[in-house]
Nanobody
């Protein structure tokens, strides 16, 4: 079972930037699609961005042009570069993995808190 550890969150002012990291255990990371989700207080978890094993990227409309997902297969790590942050981006951010032909994992890491506030 893949285990995921997120880091990089923090408190940032509106308009600021953060880079989140997620390290995955296991030697077959490169075959997995990777995604970032977020959950704000009182709201359901939502998908933010996906990068496939082949490097194709997809973004939720609410982050297009501001966030960039990337991966380093040599480090088993997926990143989320977040620019032009808004207060509504405040949430706990989680990463997840999807094996070839499979579904997103049902177990989640601890997430990393992102707070955008002046």
């Amino acid at each position: 079972q893949v285990q995921l550890v997120e880091s990089g969150g923090g408190l940032v002012q509106p308009g600021g930037s953060l880079r989140l990291s997620c390290v995955a255990s296991g030697s077959i990371f490169s075959f997995y699609d990777m995604g970032w989700y977020r959950q704000a207080p009182g709201k359901q978890r939502e998908l933010v961005a996906v990068i496939t094993s082949g490097g194709r990227r997809n973004y939720a409309d609410f982050v297009k042009g501001r966030f960039t997902i990337s991966r380093d297969n040599a480090k088993n790590t997926v990143y989320l570069q977040m620019n032009s942050l808004k207060p509504e981006d405040t949430a706990v951010y989680y990463c997840n993995a999807r094996p070839p032909g499979g579904a997103w994992l049902t177990s989640w890491g601890q997430g990393t808190q992102v707070t955008v506030s002046s």
